[in-house]
DNA sequence: GGAGCGCTGTATCGTATGTTACGTATTTTG
DNA sequence: CAAAATACGTAACATACGATACAGCGCTCC
C-alpha cells in the first residue's frame, strides 16, 4: 500500500524518462520543500523544463499541479500534528534489509561512543595537533580507505602527513623516517592482518606512538598502541561494518581541526588559494 | 529575538484591528499549514476578506503575500531538516564535543534513510549485481576512499570491478573500455569537482549507467544519473561529514552481496584459498 | 541503416492569484 | 453628539503562474 507521495515516486522512478527522473529525484533530495514552490523553481532546481515538471506530476496521477501541492501539504499537516509518526519511510515491516542495517549501524556507533571518553578523544587530538613530529597513517584490507579519508583531512590542515601506500615493502622503507617525535595511525579490524602487525611492532620499536582504529575484540596491534578506539563492528550482513570507527574519525578530524584553529584556518585558506 | 513568524504574530497581536487579529488566530490555530495556502483560502478560512489577509501580512512586515510564504516554508524547511535542533536544550551531558558530533551524524543518517526507499536501494543493489557490464567506482577529493571501501568489497564477490585512481588523464583512458552494459559509480559531493562533472558527462555519453552519492544539494552530475543518493551531510565542524553516505555504501554491499550470495560464496571461498 | 515512436524544450495562451482603488461602515475623539 | 479617522469589504485590475500546442531530437526496433 502506497500511502504518501515520496513511496509514489520511489515505487514509479524506474519507470520514468530522463528528465522527469531527474525531477524525482530532486524533489526526495529536499521533499517535500521543492514541491511547494513554483512549476519554474522546482524546474529550474531540477535543471529541466516547466512542462516536464508537469508531466512529472502528471505521471503520479494528479490532474494538475496544485493538486500535487495539495496532497505534499497534507501529508505535511499530518506529519506536524504527529511529531511521533514523523517517519516517512514506514517501519519497513517485512521486506527490509534497510532498516536493520541503519539500526545495528546506529547502534554500532552509540556503543562505541559510550565506551569512548571524551578525555581519551580529546587526548589523541591534542596528540594529532601537536606540530612536534610527523603523522602517519594505515589501513588494512577494507580499512585503508579510512586512512586515506583521515589523511585526506588531516594533510589539509597540517604538514607532515602521509598515507602509506602500496606494497608492505614500501611501508618499511618508510620506518627509518618515524621516530619518537612521529605518530602512526593504524585501522585494523578483524581478520586482523599480519603485515600490519609486524609494521606496527617495528614501528613500536622505533619509539613511534600508536594510534590504533579496531574493532570490539582488537587486534594484537593493541598490544603496541598507545592509544587503542575499539569500535562496534557487528551488523546484519555478511561483512563487518567499519562505519563506527569512521565517526570516530571524523570526530577526530573535527577535533583537531579545532584545536588548530588558528593556523589550520590560514592553511586552509592559502589552500584554497592555490588551486 | 523573535525567531520564527508565530512569535511574531504573538508579539503584534496584541495591536491589530478586529479583522487582521481573526486572520492571525486562524493561522496560529493551524499553524504554518494555512499560510501555504491562497489567500482566497486563507481568507474564507477566517471569514474575513483578501485584502485584510493582506494588510494582515503587510503589517507583520513582509512586502507581499509571496514573500510571507517563502518564509514559512523556510521555517518548515529549517525544522523538518535537523530534528535534533528542534530540542531546544541538547542534552549534551558530558558538555564534550563528542556528542553534538555524534548526535547530528546519527539524525544526518536517519533523515538521509528517510528519504531513501527500499525499492531505490534495491534497484541499485539489482543493477550493481548484474553480471552484465564492468563496474567503476571514482570519488572526489574527500569522498574517493568512499569510492575505495566500496570497491575493495565489491572486487571480492565479483569480477570486474575497478577503481578509478590517480590523474584526471588516466581516468579520461578508461572511458574507452566503458559502454552501455557498465555502471559507473561516482562520490561527489560540496564543494563539486569539476573534473568529476567532465567525467561525469562523457561516461553518459557513452551510455554508462551512474549511480551518484552526493549531498542533498545534489552534484551538478546528478544530470547524468540514472541513480541519485542524496546524503546528509552538515554537522558541527568546520568539514562535511560523509559518514551518512558511507553507511548507504555499506548497506548497498551488503544489499549486493546477498543478491550474489550463490556465485558470492564460492568466489569468496575461492579467494580465501588463493591467499 | 532507416522508419517510427517517445521524450523534451520553446513559445503561446488562458486563467487564477495577488494586488489596489474606492466607497461604506465602525469606531474614536474632541 | 458630531466629526474625523480608521478599518473593512466589493470590485476591477495586472501579473505571474500553470497549462498546452507544436516542433526538433534522439532513441529503439525492425
Redesign the interface.
Known amino acids: 500500500m502506497i500511502s504518501n507521495i515520496?513511496?509514489l515516486i520511489?515505487?514509479r522512478?524506474?519507470a520514468m524518462p530522463a528528465g522527469e527522473?531527474?525531477a524525482a529525484?530532486?524533489l526526495?533530495?529536499?521533499?517535500p520543500?521543492i514541491g511547494?514552490?513554483t512549476v519554474a523553481e522546482f524546474s529550474s532546481a531540477a535543471?529541466v523544463s516547466s512542462p516536464t515538471i508537469l508531466r512529472f506530476v502528471a505521471r503520479l496521477g494528479f490532474q494538475n499541479y496544485p493538486e500535487f501541492q495539495s496532497s505534499l501539504?497534507d501529508e505535511?499537516?499530518a506529519q506536524?500534528q504527529s511529531p511521533a509518526i514523523?517517519?516517512?519511510?514506514p517501519p519497513?515491516p517485512s521486506?527490509?534489509?534497510?532498516s536493520p542495517?541503519?539500526e545495528a549501524?546506529?547502534d554500532n556507533?552509540?556503543e562505541t561512543?559510550r565506551h569512548?571518553s571524551?578525555k581519551q578523544?580529546?587526548d589523541i587530538a591534542a596528540r594529532l595537533a601537536e606540530r612536534r613530529g610527523k603523522t602517519f597513517l594505515i589501513g588494512g584490507?577494507?580499512t585503508?580507505?579510512?586512512a586515506?579519508?583521515m589523511a585526506?583531512?588531516l594533510a589539509v590542515i597540517q604538514p607532515d602527513v602521509f598515507h602509506l601506500a602500496g606494497q608492505e615493502s614500501m611501508w618499511r622503507d618508510r620506518l627509518i623516517d618515524m621516530g619518537k617525535r612521529d605518530v602512526l595511525v593504524i585501522f585494523d579490524i578483524r581478520r586482523y592482518q599480519d603485515s600490519l602487525l609486524r609494521f606496527a611492532e617495528k614501528a613500536h620499536q622505533r619509539g613511534v606512538q600508536i594510534v590504533l582504529f579496531t574493532d570490539q575484540w582488537l587486534s594484537p596491534i593493541a598490544r603496541f598502541a598507545r592509544h587503542v578506539i575499539a569500535g562496534r563492528t557487528a551488523?546484519?550482513?555478511?561483512?563487518d561494518?567499519?562505519?563506527a570507527l569512521?565517526?570516530v574519525a571524523?570526530?577526530l578530524?573535527?577535533?583537531v581541526?579545532?584545536q588548530l584553529e588558528a593556523d589550520?584556518a590560514r592553511r586552509?585558506r592559502e589552500m584554497e588559494g592555490l588551486r
Request: no cysteine.
Open positions: 515520496a513511496e520511489a515505487d522512478i524506474g527522473r531527474r529525484q530532486t526526495i533530495a529536499s521533499y520543500m511547494l514552490k535543471g501539504q505535511l499537516a506536524l514523523r517517519t516517512l519511510n519497513t521486506g527490509g534489509m534497510v542495517m541503519l549501524t546506529l556507533m552509540r561512543f569512548l571524551d578523544l580529546a584490507r577494507f585503508d580507505p579510512l586515506r579519508y585526506a583531512h551488523v546484519p550482513s555478511a561483512w561494518s567499519s562505519a569512521f565517526v571524523e570526530t578530524i573535527g577535533a581541526t579545532r589550520g586552509i
